[in-house]
């Protein structure tokens, strides 16, 4: 073994906890956020806020990641990326004591329901800003400590940790609820994980150097703009952020759902929205680290796939006007959000070159935090009109994605027939 291969080989292994330990920041944020995703109609109900307030708390914090994303790149560089992660656990915790504040506040008649909203929103916007920062810090360890396979493995590791969250989250936070602590519960429980993190990170973290490595002059020309007008690259990310809205109204809308065609109360029907949240997040796995690994399916095939399943779960709860039918709906839809979601990053990655791969990442970092800003919102307001719209307008959305898929695939294949 060569002095170099030894070296690796030690690094490798200094390097297995902290990759775990990334993975676990990444688990609890996503336990957190989803499970207070999953409780928000039933605060939001209880403490008489409109439903589509509760939906602008979780846009305005969209919004906010994705226009710091950018701003976290260069701090990374500048101050190393464990300051990064520890502020983005602290804004995590942060925002979930002000939520705890906002209950009490509503529950003993202190505050009003449009107070309690201002609070909550100035909550989730604290960590959108700093949370951005901490997946723009994970990214870079890895970044800066593999290479090749290796790094494709642990982003995928660290990916299904988010994903494992997404399930546990909304399953545990009704389990939480408990008196004399309600609502508040769930909250209170989050926000003490959240600072076990913290507490660890200065075990897991402290060996960490800073990430100030240089990464190569051509990247650092390669804009958003830039990619997104590539004709190669653009397509794949259009097609991202419009899959990606879809799956956001279906998201943030389903509660609210499953409340109004229920004959139970707001917190009876907690569970069955834990129900469908848990079941779409275990669906969208099972398309990840199943379908997709099994099969090993490319990338664009992925997006055809993932699509029509996605427009088929948001059918079925247009069909029939019923909490089954709506529950199953978005476990089907889930699925193929699962699948496409993956399809179009691999697909955008692979059509640029290596000085194209930060903007690139910059740009799916961007679409993650877009998608939730305004659609959620649009539709939660349009709800209050048509009752069909939280499937209805991903169903469009969908049908004209596959639209678009089926054209580009008839461009490819007229371009093959005429090269031959």
């Known amino acids: 073994m060569t002095d170099s291969d030894a070296q690796a080989a030690g690094t490798n292994s200094g390097n297995r906890w902290l990759f775990l330990y990334l993975g676990a920041v990444f688990f609890l944020m996503a336990v957190g956020n989803l499970g207070l995703v999953s409780i928000m109609p039933a605060i939001g109900r209880t403490l008489d806020i409109p439903d589509y307030l509760v939906a602008c708390v979780f846009s305005f914090s969209a919004l906010a990641w994705a226009v710091s994303s950018p701003f976290w790149v260069k701090q990374v560089s500048r101050h ?3 300051m990064l992660i520890r502020l983005g656990i602290c804004g995590f915790v942060l925002s979930l004591a002000g939520f705890a504040s906002g209950i009490l506040l509503g529950r003993y008649g202190i505050a009003g329901p449009f107070c309690i909203f201002l609070l909550f929103s100035v909550m989730r916007v604290a960590f959108g ?16 400590n593999t290479s090749g396979v290796r790094r494709t493995r642990i982003l995928t590791e660290i990916q299904g940790a988010n994903n494992l969250g997404s399930v546990i989250g909304p399953a545990v936070a ?8 309600g609502l508040t519960g769930p909250i209170l429980g989050f926000a003490a994980l959240g600072l076990a993190a913290l507490a660890t990170s200065f075990v897991f973290l402290q060996k960490q150097s800073p990430a100030g490595q240089d990464v190569p002059s051509a990247a650092r020309d390669a804009t958003l703009s830039s990619v997104w007008r590539d004709r190669k690259i653009g397509p794949h990310l259009t097609f991202g952020m419009i899959v990606s809205s879809a799956q956001a109204i279906n998201l943030y809308l389903i509660g609210f759902v499953l409340i109004d065609r229920s004959a139970s109360g707001t917190l009876e029907t907690q569970n069955l929205i834990a129900t469908a949240m848990t079941g779409g997040a275990m669906a969208a796995l099972l398309a990840q680290f199943g379908i997709a690994r099994i099969f090993t399916i490319p990338p664009l095939t992925m997006m055809g796939i993932g699509t029509a399943f996605a427009l088929s779960g948001n059918a079925l709860p247009l069909l029939q006007s019923s909490t089954v039918a709506a529950t199953s709906g978005f476990i089907l839809a889930s699925f193929g959000f699962g699948l496409a979601r993956p399809g179009f990053a691999a697909a955008a990655s692979l059509a640029g070159g290596r000085d194209a791969q930060v903007a690139i990442a910059s740009a799916v970092s961007l679409i993650a935090g877009a998608s939730i800003a305004v659609p959620p919102v649009l539709a939660a307001a349009a709800y209050q009109i048509f009752t069909p719209t939280p499937f209805a307008a991903p169903a469009v959305m969908l049908g004209y994605l596959l639209l678009s898929l089926s054209f580009r695939s ?5 371009i093959v027939r005429h090269d031959q």
């Open 80 to 82: 190393g990326p464990n």
């Open 129 to 144: 800003l700093l949370g951005s920062g901490t997946s723009t810090a994970v990214l870079s360890i890895v970044g800066l």
């Open 410 to 414: 008839k461009e490819r294949e007229t």
């Open 174 to 181: 009704p389990l939480m609820i408990i008196a004399p602590l």
